[in-house]
């Protein structure tokens, strides 16, 4: 069978990875794909919104199934476009895609069905949303309602920090017509935990928990990434914490949902705060979270392309998910200077040392090729990922391969994981 993947990050990577390991999947294309990638799929030069083009690949090639790996198609409707032309594609319809797309329809529909979330108001005007900001006091938290990349929350310490993010996002429109309207809401303070499950609308599986560093550098300071790294499992997400998390956020998503007249397939993504033992939703993402992808698959041992066909068949109850027991960790290596300015175009050497090694997968990101060489070509370059029998020696096989790559400028966090470590010292 020959699958598409849309998307040229680390997750998609990842899940070309994982998908490569069934003998059904003949072939794999990826539109556009990363140096990476290629040594796996055929990388095609398709933009991940260009639905058109994509539609025109897909009956070309005579392609059995598509995968959505970012949002940004997922917001635009692109499921939606491809069932009309009855071609078969993983991620949920627009209208499920809310879920991520509108953080006010998100948080709206988590006050009418009682799923824990922190206490927020939406706003239109700005000067309604300041107004609240200072009757409110801080820490408060600022968000634009659309997609912004990662880059539209604001959890604001002063008054001056929140009505700067609030003009930011209304006024100068820096996310454009995300900042048509913003959430404002109340600032909780705990642990936040990624809680990923594959769902067809009736059968909701949750993937092993998994933690993401969202901070530039160790001791979760600096700015904030696209993720520095990943680990699973997650010892927040106990297993009586799964059980609170499946009962009180997955299944009323996706039954309430239904009830609204909208069946959610694909990933359900929650990111969750957890406080004094109890989980509250900061969001929900409708596809796979980078790069705690690249940790939770590396523990996957089911063919995820029999996951994914449970997904779009409606038959998910017939498949069984297993994961390995042993603990996995992901690393990012980034450019010199991300999140801010960074160069590109920098050789990357050492990667066909780790190809030898067992347990260990570099998943590409920002990678491409020139001259003949892999060079670096984003903010977050590759993410080294490891399983071990536990998170020490995961993490001791991920830093000794990290070791091996270099390329000018090269940063990453050293304390991946640093809160499973202190949590459970080995
Ligand atoms: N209510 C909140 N209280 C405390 N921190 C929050 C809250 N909402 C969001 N955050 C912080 O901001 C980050 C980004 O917010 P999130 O809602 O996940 O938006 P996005 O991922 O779209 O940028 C979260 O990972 C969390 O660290
Ligand atoms: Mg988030």
């Excluded at 309602?145 to 539209?152: I, P, R, Y």
């Excluded at 705690?292 to 089911?302: F, I, K, N, S």
């Amino acid at each position: 069978m020959k699958i598409l993947v849309i998307g040229g990050g680390g997750r998609e990577h990842a899940i070309i990875w994982a998908l490569k390991k069934s003998k059904r999947v003949d072939k794999v294309y990826c539109c556009p794909g990363n140096a990476g990638i290629a040594a796996m799929a055929d990388c095609v030069d398709i933009e991940v919104d260009n639905v058109k083009a994509l539609i025109d690949f897909v009956k070309y090639e005579w392609i059995d199934c598509t995968i959505v790996g970012p949002e940004v198609p997922l917001c635009a409707g692109i499921v939606d476009t491809f069932e009309k032309e009855g071609l078969k594609i993983f991620g949920p319809n627009h209208k499920a895609a809310q879920l991520e797309c509108s953080k006010a329809f998100s948080k709206d529909f988590m006050r009418r069905h009682g799923i824990p979330t922190a206490d927020y108001k939406v706003f239109s005007s700005s000067i309604l949303a300041e107004e609240y900001v200072r009757i409110k006091g801080t820490p408060i938290v600022v968000k634009a309602d659309g997609l912004a990349a990662g880059k539209g929350v604001v959890v604001a310490g002063t008054s001056d920090e929140a009505v700067s993010a609030i003009r930011l996002i209304m006024n100068d429109r820096a996310f454009g017509a995300a900042g048509d309207r913003v959430v404002i809401e109340d600032c909780i303070e705990g642990e936040e935990a990624s809680f990923m499950a594959f769902t067809d609308g009736k059968t909701i599986i949750p993937m092993v928990s998994s933690q993401d560093h969202k901070r530039v550098f160790d001791n979760d300071t600096g700015p904030n990434t696209g993720g520095m790294g990943a680990y699973s499992p997650a010892p927040v997400i106990t297993p009586d914490m799964e059980k609170v998390v499946m009962e009180k956020v997955m299944k009323p998503v996706v039954h309430y949902l239904a009830k609204e007249g909208i069946i959610y397939k694909g990933i359900l993504y929650a990111g969750l705060m957890i406080k004094d033992g109890k989980p509250y939703v900061l969001e929900f993402n409708c596809r796979l979270g980078d790069p705690e992808t690249q940790a939770v698959l590396m523990r996957l041992e089911t063919e995820l392309i029999d996951i994914i066909f449970g997904v779009i068949e409606g038959n998910l109850d017939k498949v069984k998910v297993e994961w390995s027991n042993r603990h996995s960790v992901t690393v990012v290596l980034a450019s010199g200077g991300y999140p801010g300015k960074f160069e590109k175009d920098k050789p990357i050497t050492g990667l066909d040392k780790i190809m030898p090694l067992k347990d260990v997968v570099v998943f590409h990101a920002g990678t491409g090729y020139k001259d003949n060489s892999i060079v670096t070509a984003g903010g977050r370059v590759c993410a080294v990922s490891a399983l071990g029998r536990n998170v020490k020696d995961a993490l001791d096989k991920a830093y000794s391969a990290i070791k091996l790559i270099h390329f000018d400028n090269m940063h990453y966090r050293k304390d991946i994981a640093h809160r499973a470590v202190t949590l459970k010292p080995e």
